[in-house]
């Protein structure tokens, strides 16, 4: 998504740092994982942020590197605002379904379509595990089979795939402690014979939960992508004018106001 750490401000400092349970729950299905996921941290995990995104691009054939800077609005469940023209008006935006192209400050474009990044990262902790479990099986997630493993050195349920040596197809991977999302795997959109390898990393405390400072994006070998946070907010004020398609500069925007 639109998606390095330099603060956490506006009070979540102050706030408690989250803690892992004392125990290790078995799991044996995906939907039991996004409900532990859930539990873990309900009525807790904060509901808005704001953050500033270096954003790094390498196109997949190769090519030279792209550096720029995003402005990221957030609003759980289901709605993310991506500013990548600031200044011009442009964008894009999440809003539970649909995808919303910004062009000018003017919708030019939408479309049926969900960041299943924001579902896994941010949406399973706002809305019942039931309904991220649907939305995952519409996108093309299995919720078995569920295996253990091991992923930077700390141990991470599996969801998905058909064994340890199977990093292609559809998975999900949490770890088991925090029980924060760290790992997609699926084809590559562009070419199927390809894997997409998207990672959350660098997690670090945020209010009541936790946020990834650094996102990477991967076809086979080639890292495409890496997105570093900074002027990390939570729950700060946001209109929820600012998720309206059609009303892109009606809501005064927090980047701007510095």
Not at 21 to 28: K, L, M
Not at 104 to 115: E, H, K, T, V
Not at 136 to 146: A, E, N, R, T
Request: aromatic residues 10%.
């Amino acid at each position: 998504m639109g998606l390095a750490f330099a603060a956490v401000a506006s009070g979540a400092c102050a706030r408690a740092r989250p803690t892992p349970a004392p125990a290790e729950v078995r799991i044996t299905s995906g939907e039991q994982l996004l409900g532990a996921m859930h539990d873990r941290y309900a009525g807790k995990w904060y509901r808005t942020m704001t953050f500033r995104q270096t954003t790094t691009q390498v196109p997949p054939q190769g090519g030279a590197e792209r550096k720029s800077t995003w402005y990221e609005t957030m609003m759980l469940p289901g709605r993310l605002r991506i500013d990548t023209d600031l200044e011009r008006g442009g964008g894009t935006l999440y809003a539970n379904d649909s995808t919303y192209l910004i062009l000018n400050n003017a919708l030019r474009r939408s479309f049926a379509g969900r960041n299943p990044l924001l579902v896994l990262g941010f949406d399973v902790y706002g809305q019942p595990a039931t309904r991220t479990a649907a939305i995952l099986k519409d996108l093309g997630f299995p919720m078995s089979p569920v295996r253990d493993g091991v992923w930077e050195g700390r141990p991470v349920w599996i969801v998905g795939g058909s064994g340890a040596t199977d990093l292609h197809s559809p998975q999900i991977w949490v770890d088991k402690e925090r029980l924060v999302f760290v790992r997609l795997l699926q084809p590559f959109v562009g070419d199927t014979t390809k894997t997409s390898d998207i990672r959350f990393t660098d997690y670090r405390p945020a209010g009541n939960g936790w946020v990834a400072a650094r996102v990477e994006a991967y076809v086979g070998d080639q890292r495409t992508l890496v997105e570093e946070y900074s002027d990390i907010r939570v729950d700060p004020p946001v209109s929820e004018t600012m998720f309206d398609p059609r009303k892109w500069n009606a809501a005064p925007h927090w980047a701007k106001s510095k």
